[in-house]
């Protein structure tokens, strides 16, 4: 995803993808492209969920024929989900 055939990028933000996608990318304007374009931008704006902005950026990757190095999750349902400690419970 760089101008430099065989090296590899890491893109760790929304910001990063947006940059990327709007100045460096390989292939013309496709559906998909501007679609993740929109998506990208909607995230910056606060509109839309990183998770939703990051599935549309690997959707245009994979059209482009970049590699990308994580296994593809399927689109955020909507619903936040929190790790969290439970406490020990005391014996009585």
């Known amino acids: 995803?760089?101008?430099h055939p065989g090296r590899m990028r890491v893109v760790t933000s929304a910001l990063q993808a947006a940059e990327m996608?709007?100045?460096d990318w390989p292939i013309e304007e496709t559906e998909i492209?501007?679609?993740a374009k929109h998506a990208l931008l909607s995230c910056l704006e606060g509109n839309?969920?990183?998770g939703s902005a990051r599935f549309a950026f690997i959707q245009?990757?994979?059209e482009a024929g970049n590699y990308v190095?994580?296994?593809e999750r399927?689109?955020?349902?909507g619903k936040a989900f929190r790790w969290r400690k439970l406490k020990a419970q005391?014996?009585?």
């Open 74 to 77: 399927g689109p955020p349902t």
């Open 21 to 23: 996608i709007l100045t």
């Open 69 to 71: 190095d994580e296994p």
């Open 1 to 3: 995803m760089t101008s």
């Open 48 to 50: 839309l969920s990183p």
């Open 90 to 92: 005391r014996r009585a």
């Open 60 to 62: 245009a990757a994979k």
């Open 33 to 35: 492209l501007t679609a």
